[in-house]
């Protein structure tokens, strides 16, 4: 896993991700495209799976130190990551009860296997996925092209700059 600092040639999709990604936590939608169907919601519903990533590339875009906008986000980092995942890799088992994010899949599918729903999720180029709350999960790039999502998320103090 590498970091950069602010690169300037992604400016423009860094911006219409962040309105997406804003846009989207505060819109009531009835579903996401590549959401778990209704009947099959639950808690706790999947086993945890695999804890160590594997062919998967991390590489932070940019990233925010939002200390100054007070004591209550000392330390807290707002990051855009891209992730690329090659046929076959993997996104560990990880949750995100401290650390919210949005998923955009640009390019390629990728199967997500959450916590809450008893089903493995598709999602396919175009999709955003929500990540927030009571919610653990890991992905695998099932396909046979490479899987390249970028993630907006907030990263609280207490978490390692590399955390998935």
């Known amino acids: 896993m590498t970091s950069k600092s602010v690169n300037r040639t992604p400016l423009r999709m860094i911006l219409a991700f962040g309105l997406l990604a804003t846009t989207a936590g505060f819109t009531a939608a009835p579903a996401f495209a590549g959401d778990c169907p209704a009947d ?3 808690v706790d519903v ?4 695999p804890s160590m990533p594997k062919d998967v ?3 932070v875009i940019s990233s925010i130190d939002l200390s100054s906008k007070g004591d209550a ?4 980092m707002f990051r855009f990551r891209k992730l690329v995942v090659q046929p076959g890799g ?7 009860s ?3 994010a949005n998923i955009l899949v640009a390019e390629g599918s990728i199967t997500e296997y959450r916590s809450t729903c008893k089903v493995p999720i598709e999602h396919a180029a175009g999709d955003v996925t929500p990540e927030f709350g009571a919610l653990a999960h890991w992905w695998q790039n099932n396909g046979k092209v490479p899987a390249i999502l970028y993630s907006a ?7 390692d700059e590399h955390t998935m």
């Not at 993997?90 to 995100?96: D, L, S």
């Not at 998320?153 to 978490?159: F, G, N, S, T």
Request: proline residues 16%; without cysteine.
């Open 90 to 96: 993997i996104v560990p088992w990880h949750e995100h």
């Open 73 to 76: 986000f000392k330390g807290t």
């Open 57 to 59: 590339t991390d590489e």
């Open 46 to 49: 999947t086993k945890p799976g």
């Open 40 to 42: 099959q919601v639950g």
């Open 153 to 159: 998320d907030i990263l609280p103090p207490a978490m």
């Open 98 to 100: 401290a650390r919210p």
